[in-house]
């Protein structure tokens, strides 16, 4: 082999390996190319998603004011409860009272 040979047989051997380098290059970009139309849809995707948990937050900042309301609720329904209780008990026994002391003045009669 002389050397107009070698450099041709060189020359040759480097094209066909840009030519596959090139091509690898091609295939690779085309199978993880993302097209306008699916950047759209994962933009879509994530607004959507940037709502939900808008919604999401102010559900759980609903529920939390609604909780923090009935149970304030709560409490004072309990506490008028414990006072009509109290209340209750006092008209009892001054009711006893009144039915002893009616008693004793229709045993005195």
Do not use: P
């Amino acid at each position: 082999m002389n050397r107009t040979e070698f450099i041709i047989a060189t020359a040759i051997i480097l094209f066909v390996a840009f030519c596959m380098g090139w091509f690898s290059y091609w295939l690779i970009h085309r199978f993880t190319r993302v097209s306008k139309s699916d950047m759209g849809e994962l933009e879509k995707m994530a607004q959507d998603l940037h709502d939900a948990e808008e919604t999401r937050d102010q559900a759980i900042t609903y529920l939390q004011q609604r909780e923090d309301d009935l149970t304030t609720q709560l409490n004072q329904s309990e506490a008028e409860l414990s006072a009509t209780m109290e209340g209750l008990r006092e008209a009892r026994h001054e009711a006893e009272e009144l039915r002893a002391y009616i008693e004793r003045i229709h045993q005195r009669s």
